[in-house]
């Protein structure tokens, strides 16, 4: 099992962080299947939250606008689980690795990517995912110690990519 998070210490810079990386594994020819995260800041009032499926598209809208004034979570469950099932439909027909932008709160109470995390496992296909200090235990419970904790750097996560990548090619040939 290769899988690894990473978590920034800024908000939404793991997004950034992980939108990047997918861009460049793209242009390196690299065949990526998931979401990464992409925030708009809204004026007086919490950014809109959308996913971009990788490869390719779409990108679909996660947060419900809730009032400039609401303090409770925003994430559309709806959304969130169209993503998931597009993200398992395409895992199915084949990636390389699989990038999942946060192993959030939906994912700690057994919903969400979980599934899809599973699947990938199974299937012997690389994950990377961001998470977050609210969650990390959970995710630690669900994955167990194999996870490998990158620091949220670029260059550090790449390689931990190519390396993967390249072992997962030296098994197939």
Same mark, same amino acid.
């Given at each position: *099992?290769?899988?690894? #998070?990473? *978590?920034?210490?800024?908000?939404? !810079?793991? @997004?950034?962080? &992980? ?11 690299? =065949?990526? #299947?998931?979401?990464?995260?992409? $925030? =708009? ?14 490869? $390719?598209?779409?990108? &679909? ?6 009032? %400039? ?6 994430? @559309?469950? =709806? %959304?969130?689980? =169209? ?17 999942? $932008?946060? +192993? ?8 969400? +990517?979980?599934?899809?995390?599973? !699947?990938?496992? @199974? ?15 959970? +995710?630690?419970? +669900? ?17 931990? #990519?190519? %390396?993967?990548? %390249? ?7």
């Amino acid at each position: *099992m290769q899988i690894a #998070c990473t *978590m920034s210490p800024g908000r939404g !810079d793991t @997004d950034l962080l &992980l939108s990047r990386l997918a861009k460049t594994l793209a242009a390196r020819g690299h =065949t990526t #299947c998931g979401t990464v995260q992409i $925030n =708009t800041e809204r004026g007086g009032g919490p950014c809109d939250m959308d996913v971009r499926l990788l490869p $390719n598209g779409p990108t &679909l809208r996660i947060s419900q606008d809730l009032g %400039a004034s609401s303090k409770g979570c925003r994430l @559309d469950p =709806t %959304a969130l689980e =169209t993503a998931v099932g597009l993200v398992q439909s395409r895992l199915k027909k084949g990636a390389e690795l699989l990038i999942i $932008n946060k +192993f959030g709160k939906h994912e700690a109470g057994g919903r969400g +990517f979980r599934t899809v995390i599973a !699947d990938a496992i @199974d299937l012997g296909i690389p994950v990377l995912l961001g998470v977050n200090a609210l969650n990390l235990t959970a +995710f630690q419970e +669900f994955i167990g110690p194999e996870v490998v904790h990158l620091t949220p750097s670029e260059a550090t996560i790449l390689r931990w #990519c190519e %390396a993967v990548l %390249a072992t997962e090619h030296q098994a197939a040939s």
